[in-house]
């Protein structure tokens, strides 16, 4: 499946810290390769802050195995605690570091990716996706149309 048309408007490839997003890196080590998602998150934070870039460091896709099996990605939302407008688990953990992050992760096709994520930006969270998977009992726990 050609998912050019679905990256063009809204993500880029990161796959090196010292390059810029988009820019062709021969490099087939990745930091973010075999790293969990906190880990991707603060990379992308901490990458953002030494560049000045306008990275978006809070919603990003993993691009794993499972991509080539079922046309599925691993969706990233970063929310620093002390913007966090959940209750109670997040409330604790600003006060303590405000700068933490708080990771949140829901597999989905990669056609839906730009759709929620917008979705997310201007009004929802993935919280409700998650919640709405949940409830309706998914046995994959993947976000479908």
């Known amino acids: 499946m050609d998912y050019d048309s679905d990256l063009s408007s809204y993500l880029v490839l990161v796959d090196s810290l010292t390059e810029s997003p988009g820019d ?6 990745s930091p973010f390769q075999n790293q969990d998602p906190h880990t991707c998150a603060s990379l992308l934070r901490r990458s953002r802050q030494q560049t000045g870039s306008d990275l978006n460091f809070e919603y990003f896709i993993i691009l794993d195995s499972r991509l080539l099996e079922d046309d599925t990605v691993l969706m990233v939302e970063a929310i620093r605690a002390d913007e966090d407008d959940d209750k109670g688990d997040a409330a604790a953990q600003a006060e303590a570091n405000p700068q933490a992050l708080r990771i949140f992760t829901l597999r989905a096709d990669m056609a839906m990716v730009n759709a ?5 930006i201007v009004e929802g969270t993935m919280r409700e996706d998650l919640e709405r998977l949940r409830e309706e009992g998914s046995q994959d726990g993947v976000l479908r149309d």
């Open 24 to 29: 062709r890196v021969n490099n087939t080590s």
């Open 116 to 120: 929620r994520f917008l979705y997310y």
